[in-house]
């Protein structure tokens, strides 16, 4: 029986503090934005093009170590688990764990885009129906 989407949306920030925190941010002597005003879904897409970009690696490593350990991590997970993903990004590096867990409870992926978090779960889903 395939599994229901749901979603919830959770808001990181107040649209009133916004201008607050990005003039602190660009006042201060190392400047800087608070990354949850660049995770729009533009903003998303150009970190998965950075993601394969050769100079980062971690991506990539992470990757690896998935390919090479995930059937030891999925056999100490057991079954039932609920796999939970902070920044699950396009949701590619789990794909390596959901293949072999035995019947999980759920997988939730967090990430700060709504849009791109629904767009993963939707491929999620229809690659891993149970």
Known sequence: MPTRLL???LSLFDE???????????SAQRKS????YLYDQRG???FEEICETP????????????REHS??????????????EPGAGAAIKVRHLLARLEKPAAYVPIEICAPAL????R?????FPR
């Open 55 to 66: 100079e980062y690696y971690v991506t990539r490593t992470e990757l690896q170590v998935l």
């Open 118 to 121: 629904l767009e993963a779960s």
């Open 71 to 84: 059937r030891e991590m999925c056999g100490l997970m057991g079954e039932g688990v609920v796999l939970l």
């Open 44 to 46: 998303s897409a150009f």
């Open 123 to 127: 491929k999620i889903q229809g690659d």
């Open 33 to 36: 934005i608070p990354a949850k």
């Open 16 to 26: 009133n503090g916004m201008r607050e925190e990005i003039l602190e941010g660009l």
């Open 7 to 9: 979603v919830e949306q």
